[in-house]
């Protein structure tokens, strides 16, 4: 194929692709997921509502009792099923009591025959009864668990304060994390262009962000080690490492693995935590 010929059907592929993607654009529309949100009468069964996440400790009881009974029935000893066949019939009725609107996805008359087998020592009927029972519970959480966690088991960050160690003033966690956000990029920016002063100057605004940061985490953690796990020793040690290691003569490579650390360890790592969910509350919440 001579020169001009090869130009002239490469211009002609490109053109006839270019058109296909620009069609292909212009078609496209986004893909739209449902998903259904549990009743509104759950949330008081969820902190702050309540003082307890009593929700949340009745699916672990249900979840206990009917292990229990698939234990003894694996074992073949009926005299430890009416035990926990009689807790289970118990519990599972509280579900509609708890929240009236889910009143026909469960199936009492299953629990009771349950219940009655356990009780005759009918083993066949037990785990026949045990395994419908079981079904009401997966067609719910196939529902409804991931919106109800999405909902009531992840963070609320918009009602958390977070104090401006420097200004001494309040400020709403969104407003605090665009900080953050903006020192993280000053330190890339600066880096990259050679001003190591401004670079190192953002490096101490940011370690003062995620220190008012820190103080907010026992909001709802309890105990040292989850605020250690991303705004611990480790965290500020690289901060300085950072710091020191924007200076002349400078090594890219150094700064460069610190600031990854920083990234992955601390942002990354709460961000993977908490983010997810908290996002996607954000859009689910009426």
Not at 107 to 132: F, I, P, T
Not at 221 to 233: I, N, P, Q, T
Request: aromatic content about 8%; some cysteine; charged content about 30%.
């Amino acid at each position: 194929m001579k020169g001009s010929h090869f130009f002239a059907f490469t211009a002609m592929v490109i053109a006839a692709f270019a058109g296909i993607t620009s069609a292909g654009a212009e078609d496209w529309k986004p893909e739209v997921a449902s998903i259904e949100l549990p009743p509104a009468s759950i949330a008081r069964w969820y902190k702050p509502q309540n003082e307890r996440q009593v929700w949340l400790h009745a699916m672990f009881g249900l979840r206990t009792e009917l292990g229990a009974i698939k234990l003894y029935l694996d074992r073949g000893e009926p005299a430890g099923l009416s035990k926990w066949a009689n807790a289970l019939q118990e519990r599972y009725a509280e579900i509609p009591e708890m929240v009236p609107e889910w009143k026909e996805e469960v199936d009492l008359a299953v629990a009771q025959a349950l219940y009655d087998a356990a009780v005759a020592g009918d083993m066949e009927s037990v785990k026949k009864n045990a395994e419908r029972l079981e079904q009401t519970c997966q067609r719910c959480h196939e529902r409804w668990a991931a919106s109800t966690a999405a909902l009531y088991r992840s963070p609320d960050f918009s009602q958390l304060k977070v104090k401006n160690s420097r200004s001494g003033e309040e400020e709403g966690y969104a407003e605090a994390m665009r900080e953050v956000s903006r020192s993280i990029v000053e330190i890339k920016v600066f880096r990259a262009d050679g001003d190591l002063k401004t670079a190192r100057s953002a490096v101490g605004d940011l370690e003062a962000q995620l220190r008012d940061l820190g103080e907010n985490c026992g909001e709802c953690h309890r105990d040292a080690v989850s605020k250690e796990r991303f705004l611990g020793r480790d965290a500020f040690d690289n901060l300085k490492e950072l710091a020191s290691s924007l200076t002349e003569p400078h090594d890219p490579r150094r700064s460069g693995q610190a600031l990854g650390k920083l990234g992955a360890g601390v942002c990354g790592g709460c961000h993977g935590v908490h983010r997810g969910l908290s996002d996607l509350r954000n859009r689910l919440a009426p």
